[in-house]
């Protein structure tokens, strides 16, 4: 057994987080949390010459062919850093359903420029309020013309294809649901940007009037690919939830060493040591779970539907926390614009939501296990 | 990243298994299982015979104690043999429980500071299981703050004469030996005048009072000494350096508690997939599921981190104190779980024992939960040594830090 990253992982890690450290400090997210650029372009550029947009596409569509543990490891330090980028949207979810359910033309086509950052990509998955179901997807696909509209869809106003849900069936079964890819520069598609709690990451409402999609995958298969695409990203964003976790517990460690009230480091008061014990403790549980599933996603296992559910509960009641304690142990200070706390406080409570919302999860989590318990 | 045998490993665990499917004591096997929470009892049967003749068992065969050097009574192996064979005993491991403390604590204290002779004496029967081992640490002024101890040990000539009282002390009533720790310079700042030792539990003047627990039971006692003598040979460490010594057991109690810790999910999960509520089953009931996948992830933080621990360990790291975070999420966890069973019993979750629902199985482990939260550092303890050892935050302001020992005040309100 060796439960943990291989040293060559490691050091992936650490080039990870040494180039964002340099490309992407607090400064560059505050770019585009204040609205001067949709996103960090040079960034993106970054990425995709260190090879990180492309670690887990395989070598023959233009990856490096590594695979998802390396991917993992980077997810972590794009978390860490809060980077502005539409890494997950790209990377987690098009990217991965296109590996997924694609055909070879449609790998070719846009998996080499994912890894080279020449394309970005999206899931539009959602039409409002709600979690993810067949039953909420009332878009519908009459032969290859896609009509109706979808919100929020992460990174929709700067992405140029995007994996549609469609209904392609009305018998009430998950049959019904068909995966069609768009790219979004043609006609019959209106993109429309919408505010949300992050601006460090965008999100759209895409309205398709006669789109022109093509099918990816077989027709009717559209939700089974949807549940495996967000099983795996459901490990990947948790392993950016534990990046932004473990950070917002040093910057308020650090806080708690050098701010000084009643004389003393706010540090030596139990209060605060508790607090910051606990946002540890969090921080620990969450990363263990991201680690089992990093191990199921990586050997497919038979595992990862509930690994899956458990990393992403874990990680974002870890974020969460951390990110909310975070402000707390600044006091006023973690109050202010200024200060860099709002801005993981903002992206974990986004996170929180954008696969669907932890309740969601906690429902699939004990199904699935209740399914695994039954069968066994 | 894998979770696969290598091919080593894999030879060392079929011979395990083959060794326990012939050796095992089978026919408590579904007792055993079934009684996995707090205390474990045989209904036909005296648990501390089964348990003993199980480890002598093993014992005979090389199979306890397995990360002790051979020659103290254990087999030499290594960490992930260990975890192997933890895996494999699965519910005989219950069997365990009363040596937990001779095993994980006592034993490595005796290996680091005895002398060879007495290691070579001592180890092998207690690895064997054929003599117990208790720990002698707390008093009623020094719990969390175990270095306020008053019992004290006075030289006379190559014997030392103790008096005092110890309290809390898990199994004393049934203990052979055990490692105790004294005062011995009450004048100078209370870690320096500390000195440990170890002493036969049927010296004259050694008076045992079983405790009767907030639970029902007695499991622990206060231990009475009245001009015990030890002899010089018995000190474990320097004169005045037991607190050093005591670090060493206090570690390895903090491995051995947090390891097995048990959450109660497992438990409550198999409840609520069995249990029907007026509109259908648990399970089935979305506010159950909530609650259960709360519990799931904390279960399998716990268990992942231990496996990471593990992996650490049989690379030659340390484990270092962030293996605190064990008993400090399972103790709260197991309460929370048993009141959460009894909720969904609903009134007749005031029942409990043969009266109760599983033969009172959640009631049980709501009465014993408090104790866990205490024993082996409290929650508070462990958050402080998260925060200072791990996080690197100031410790605490010790007001008695440098004031010797007999100038520091013993009552809070006047
Ligand atoms: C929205 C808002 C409006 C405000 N309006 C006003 C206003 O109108 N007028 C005004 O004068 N002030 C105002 N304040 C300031 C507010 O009173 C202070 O922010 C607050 O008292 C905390 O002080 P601090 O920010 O210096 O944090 P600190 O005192 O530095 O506290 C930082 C952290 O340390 C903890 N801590 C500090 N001391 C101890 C201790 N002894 N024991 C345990 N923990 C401790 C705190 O709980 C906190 O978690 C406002 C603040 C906010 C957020
Ligand atoms: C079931 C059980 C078995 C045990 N077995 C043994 C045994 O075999 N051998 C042995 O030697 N001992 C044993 N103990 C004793 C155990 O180690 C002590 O009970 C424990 O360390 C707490 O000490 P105390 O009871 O004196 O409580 P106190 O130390 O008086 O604590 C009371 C409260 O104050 C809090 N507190 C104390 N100091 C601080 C601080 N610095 N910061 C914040 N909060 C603080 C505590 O967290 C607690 O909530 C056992 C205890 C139990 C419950």
Redesign the interface.
């Known amino acids: ?6 040293d060559e992982q490691k050091q992936m890690r650490d080039e990870a987080r040494k180039f964002l450290s340099e490309q992407c400090p607090p400064k560059a997210v505050r770019t585009v949390l204040d609205g001067k650029a949709a996103y960090d372009r040079d960034l993106w550029r970054g990425l995709a010459e260190m090879g990180f947009l492309g670690v887990a596409i395989p070598e023959q569509f233009g990856g490096a062919g590594a695979g998802h ?1 390396e991917l993992c490891v980077i997810a972590e330090e794009m978390g860490r850093a809060l980077a502005p980028v539409p890494f997950s949207s790209t990377v987690y979810l098009a990217a991965e359903a296109l590996m997924l359910a694609g055909s070879d033309a449609q790998k070719q086509k846009w998996l080499p420029k994912i890894a080279a950052g020449e394309a970005i990509g999206t899931l539009a998955l959602f039409e409002g309020k709600g979690n993810p179901s067949p039953k909420a997807i009332k878009l519908t696909a009459a032969g290859a013309a896609l009509n109706g509209t979808k919100k929020p869809v992460p990174d929709g106003a700067i992405a140029d294809f995007a994996v549609v849900a469609a209904r392609t069936g009305s018998t009430g079964r998950d049959a019904d649901i068909s995966l069609f890819l768009v790219d979004l520069k043609g006609s019959g598609v209106e993109v429309k940007e919408l505010t949300n709690l992050d601006p460090t990451r965008g999100q759209a409402e895409l309205t398709f009037t006669n789109a022109k999609a093509e099918p990816l995958g077989a027709t009717g298969e559209g939700w089974g690919i949807i549940t495996q695409v967000l099983d795996r990203a459901a490990v990947l964003l948790a392993f950016e939830q534990v990046g932004g976790a473990d950070r917002a ?1 040093e910057m308020g ?1 650090d806080y ?2 050098d701010r000084i009230a009643f004389g ?2 706010i ?2 008061f ?1 209060a ?3 607090i ?3 946002m ?2 969090s921080a ?3 990363r ?2 991201c ?2 599933g ?2 199921a996603l ?2 497919n296992a038979a595992e990862l539907p509930e690994a899956a ?2 990393a992403r ?2 990680a974002t ?1 870890a974020f969460q926390h951390c990110a909310k304690n975070n402000i707390q142990v600044h006091g006023g200070m973690g109050f202010t614009w200024e200060f860099d706390c709002h801005m993981y406080y903002r992206r974990a409570n986004a996170t929180a939501l954008g696969l669907g919302s932890v ?1 969601y ?3 699939a ?3 699935r ?2 399914k695994k ?1 039954a069968a066994a | 990243m894998n979770f696969d045998d290598t091919p080593q490993e894999a030879a060392f665990r079929a011979e395990a298994r083959a060794w326990i499917a012939a050796n095992a004591p089978k026919q408590y096997e579904e007792e055993l299982r079934k009684s996995s929470l707090g205390r474990v009892q045989l209904k036909n049967a005296n648990i501390l015979e089964v348990a003993k003749a199980w480890q002598k068992k093993k014992a005979d065969a090389g199979w306890a104690c397995l990360h002790w050097p051979k020659e103290y009574g254990g087999r030499g192996a290594s960490p992930i043999e260990r975890v192997i064979w933890q895996q494999e005993e699965g519910p005989f491991g219950r069997l365990s429980a009363m040596f937990i403390i001779g095993h994980g604590m006592c034993g490595p204290t005796m290996m680091a500071f005895a002398r060879e002779e007495h290691k070579r004496h001592y180890l092998p029967p207690l690895a064997s299981g054929e003599k117990i081992w208790c720990q002698l640490f707390s008093e009623p002024a020094g719990g969390s703050d175990v270095a306020g101890l008053r019992t004290r040990a006075e030289r006379k000539g190559d014997e030392w004469i103790i008096n005092g009282q110890k309290i809390w002390t898990s199994g004393a009533h049934y203990s052979d030996y055990g490692i105790l720790l004294t005062r011995t310079d009450p004048t100078v700042p209370k870690h320096k005048g500390l000195t440990m030792f170890f002493l036969d539990m049927k010296s004259p003047g050694v008076e045992v009072r079983p405790i009767k627990q907030a639970s029902g039971q007695s499991d622990f006692n206060e231990v009475y000494f009245t001009d015990v003598r030890i002899p010089d040979h018995q000190r474990l460490g320097e004169v005045n350096d037991g607190w050093n010594v005591s670090l060493t057991t206090l570690m390895n109690e903090r491995m051995s508690i947090g390891a097995g810790v048990s959450t109660g999910f497992p438990e409550l999960f198999e409840f609520c997939n069995s249990l029907m509520l007026e509109d259908g089953p648990a399970i089935e009931d979305r506010s159950v599921r909530s609650r259960l996948a709360n519990y799931a992830v904390k279960a399998s933080g716990l268990k992942y981190t231990s496996m990471r621990a593990i992996s650490a360990l049989s690379k030659g790291e340390r484990p270092g104190p962030e293996n605190s975070i064990g008993k400090l999420v399972a103790g709260s966890m197991i309460q929370e779980v048993a009141m959460y069973a009894l909720d969904l019993q609903g009134a007749a979750g005031v029942l409990s024992g043969t009266d109760a629902e599983l033969a009172g199985k959640f009631q049980a482990m709501l009465l014993r939960a408090p104790g866990t939260r205490v024993e082996g550092g409290t929650d508070e303890i462990m958050r402080n040594i998260i925060a200072e050892r791990v996080l690197g935050l100031p410790g605490d302001i010790r007001v008695d830090k440098d004031v010797p020992f007999n100038q520091i005040p013993t009552k809070g309100r006047a």
């Open positions: 057994m060796n439960f943990d990253f291989s543990l517990l460690r708690a060493l003393r480091p540090g030596s139990q605060v040591k508790h910051l014990a606990d540890y403790v620990t549980l969450a263990s779970n680690y089992y990093a191990w990586s050997t559910a458990a509960i874990s009641q309740s999860w906690e429902d989590l004990i199904d296990m209740r318990n």
